[in-house]
């Protein structure tokens, strides 16, 4: 009787308790086969996978994007009905039924700098673990001018997916800055504007679906590189933007004019009032937008401003929250960090005037920390409690540099 051994350890039957037999004589014991899974495990625990078994429900994920961002419920019922359907139609395809075509939505967001609209495209990307990149469509030209190609989005998006087609061709773009791409007038350009009109309409065949030849190394300085064919016919495209001024738009359109003698003047709609969630096509076009690409974004929804009351959820309660984040750091250190109920008060109410959004929370907080994240690798305090003397004292001396430094 020969000696049968593990063919790839190489540890014979005595060593081992279980040795499976294969085909042509190989054997496999019980710890390569526990090895190899680890492997298996980590390896598409890593990398961005190519087709979805399941597609979660749009309850599912909004309850997803409520742990990453605080209210902005429209956006989320929006976004997730609108990745639902995405997926489900791509699922609908594979299985090879003719009878409904249905299309791709893309979306566009709408909101002030600081609402949540690249948090909620890169949350969903994450939730569902597909290839995820971030573009920014201000440095895009047209073709054959200084700048970067709009194929270079896809060549983001495949290097996030490993460089692994498939999957990329499933992936989520998210176009950061899309209002900065409007064309200069509401009239057609007799001239090229190469970085506005020219940039809308090289997107149009990339946001309906189409094969777009992408280097793999990225750039112009490679001729003799092999192209790769991506199909975006089944990637979702996510545009965002702040739009500022499509407000006064929104406003005239929507402003009641009397006729007649002794009619009062026009009533505009209150500050307070959110008006980008009164916005039609045909404000987006007075605003720039082709016609063609806003076609191409039939899923459009509004981010609300984001009131103190928000702005103090931000603050202390997401997965990401500021505050959280470095008491994390602190407790990398082996110490403990806490703040007055006053400090976050302060925080959230400078935030608020400042109009940035969650970003604005962020900047006060760095000023106000930033002394204490200098000494604190070299101090042997174990608890730190920031008051609000403290806060209010390192913030006057950080509006006092900003102040010398501009002018």
């Known amino acids: 009787m020969r000696n049968e051994s593990c063919s790839f350890c190489g540890r014979s039957k005595r060593e081992v308790q279980i040795l499976l037999a294969g085909y042509g004589g190989a054997h496999i014991c019980e710890n390569c086969v526990a090895h190899a899974n680890t492997i298996i495990e980590e390896e598409l625990s890593e990398k961005p996978v190519a087709r979805i078994a399941q597609v979660p429900k749009p309850r599912e994920i909004a309850r997803f994007l409520d742990q990453y961002v605080i209210g902005q419920d429209e956006a989320k019922k929006v976004l997730s009905v609108a990745v639902y359907n995405h997926y489900h139609r791509i699922m609908h395809q594979e299985l090879d039924d003719k009878e409904v075509e249905i299309e ?21 990307a994450k939730f569902l673990n597909v290839p995820f990149c971030i573009a920014d469509a201000t440095v895009l030209t047209e073709a054959g001018y200084v700048g970067e190609d709009v194929e270079s989005v896809l060549v983001r998006l495949l290097q996030e997916a490993d460089y692994d087609v498939a999957a990329a061709e499933r992936g989520i773009i998210y176009i950061d800055e899309i209002d900065k791409i409007t064309r200069k007038a509401d009239n057609p350009s007799i001239t090229r504007d190469v970085s506005g009109e020219g940039v809308q309409q090289a997107l149009l065949k990339m946001l309906e679906g189409t094969v777009a030849n ?19 016919t089944n990637i979702l495209f996510i545009c965002g933007g702040a739009f500022d001024g499509l407000e006064r738009i929104i406003s005239n359109r929507l402003a009641v004019r009397n006729i007649g003698y002794g009619t009062t003047p026009p009533t505009t709609m209150s500050n307070h009032v959110n008006l980008f969630k009164y916005c039609q096509p045909s404000d987006l076009r007075g605003y720039g937008l082709i016609p063609e690409i806003i076609g191409r974004l039939p899923v459009l929804t509004a981010l609300t401003p984001l009131d103190e009351k928000t702005l103090r959820r931000i603050l202390t309660e997401p997965k990401n929250a500021i505050a959280r984040q470095y008491q994390k750091l602190f407790e990398m250190e082996g110490k403990s960090l806490s703040f007055d109920d006053e400090v976050l008060d302060e925080v959230v109410r400078r935030a608020h005037e400042l109009k940035l959004g969650a970003r604005g929370l962020r900047s006060i907080i760095e000023a106000i920390m930033l002394d204490l994240m200098f000494d ?20 006057t001396e950080a509006q006092l540099i900003n102040f010398r430094a501009a002018s």
Not at 106 to 124: C, D, E, F, P
């Open 214 to 232: 992408v280097p793999p190394k990225g750039g112009r300085k490679h001729p003799e590189q092999n192209l790769v064919q991506i199909d975006t």
């Open 104 to 124: 791709k939505s893309n979306v566009l967001l709408i909101g002030q700098t600081g609402t949540g609209k690249t948090l909620l495209a890169r949350s969903i």
């Open 376 to 395: 604190m690798p070299d101090s042997k305090t174990e608890h730190y409690h920031i008051t609000i003397d403290m806060a209010t004292e390192r913030l």
